[in-house]
């Protein structure tokens, strides 16, 4: 296991991070406290720091069970959160991100986690009800509290992050360090704007799903069972030519077809730590090994084209050669933007 950055800090997280949805068996589909203590011991043998859970996750579960997991080790960890999502049903403030219900579900996890303090908060999602002012300034103090250290973004628009962002720097308040999203083969509408975004203002980038509820393990090809079933959703037929090319480089290579999911994740550009969850401490093993994997340029290309989205308007109108030499001038191609390791040159975006 190696590490990265957490965004623009200084914090060390390992470049898989432990999904903890799993844990609880309330939903009908985790597991109970004794599985989930072998899943978590094998990613902490692994040197996995990176444990990221919610104040919602099997209606408060997962966080119990992490709390009593973690005792006697808790630094060892960065412990990560979320607030956002409806806890009590009939009580409208119990949903949102807006400064009462943040108050109350970050003391709530603090003591289903009994530590004293959360090392990241995501936001989980957006409340279009809450101004983005209210957020960014009410983060800001619990901060400052003491009680959370980092603060992240999870299922946002990319210009409500933006805006949010700009908005704390200039008034000197927490930043956004992280961006949590949805992103794999079988999802990559994320480089439309997150993405970028996420460069522009030096987010480390958290992809959750990385594996697409199992469809790119090709587990429901061979008629096994998953949390898909109980929610009706099938595989479409577009998503069966990636998952068919996934399940060729796998087999090529003598990997897992996981591992080669993951793979494709962490050797692509920027900052993403894939969040992988499990049943069982050898399907957790098994995605681990994905930081062994190195893919060729041949097989990375393989999947680029296969699973490869359109980008639309404006991304793909400025880079039809007529417009990009207008935009650029006729010397574009001998222009190259050296001002950060985290940009691009126009040779790569182009």
């Not at 709530?108 to 995501?122: C, F, H, K």
């Not at 933007?337 to 040159?345: A, I, N």
Request: with cysteine.
């Amino acid at each position: 296991m190696r590490y990265t950055l957490f965004g623009r800090t200084g914090l060390r997280v390992s470049e898989l991070a432990l999904g903890s949805m799993t844990f609880g068996e309330d939903w009908g589909w985790g597991v109970d406290k004794d599985t989930s203590a072998r899943i978590l011991d094998t990613y902490a043998d692994a040197g996995g720091n990176f444990v990221d859970t919610a104040n919602n996750y099997t209606s408060g579960s997962s966080e119990r069970i992490l709390g009593e997991l973690l005792a006697g080790r808790r630094e060892r960890f960065v412990l990560a959160s979320k607030y956002t999502c409806g806890t009590r049903d009939g009580d409208p403030n119990s949903a949102g991100n807006h400064r009462k219900n943040l108050v109350q579900s970050v003391e709530e996890s603090l003591r289903r986690l009994r530590t004293d303090r959360l090392d990241v908060l995501w936001v989980h999602a957006r409340d279009n009800f809450t101004p983005v002012e209210e957020v960014m300034r009410a983060l800001d103090d619990v901060v400052r509290s003491g009680k959370v250290l980092y603060v992240g973004v999870s299922d946002w628009p990319a210009w409500e992050i933006a805006q949010a962002n700009t908005l704390a720097e200039l008034r000197g308040w927490t930043c956004f360090a992280g961006s949590q999203l949805r992103y794999s083969l079988l999802d990559r509408t994320p480089e439309r704007e997150l993405l970028p975004q996420a460069r522009a203002f030096d987010l480390a980038v958290f992809a959750w799903a990385p594996l697409a509820a199992g469809k790119l393990t090709g587990k429901y090809r061979r008629g096994e069972r998953g949390r898909l079933d109980t929610l009706g959703i099938k595989t479409e037929a577009w998503e069966e030519e990636v998952i068919g090319a996934v399940l060729d480089i796998a087999g090529q290579g003598g990997w897992s077809p996981a591992q080669v999911a993951l793979a494709w994740l962490l050797g692509g550009p920027g900052n993403v730590v894939p969040i992988v969850s499990a049943t069982a401490p050898g399907q957790l093993a098994d995605n681990l090994a994905s930081t062994g994997v190195r893919l060729d340029a041949d097989a990375r290309a393989r999947l680029d084209e296969v699973s490869a989205v359109p980008l639309g308007f404006p991304h793909e109108f400025l880079r039809e050669a007529p417009i990009t030499r207008n935009v650029y001038g006729d010397r574009w191609p001998d222009i190259d933007d050296r001002r950060s390791t985290h940009r691009r040159t126009v040779h790569d975006v182009l």
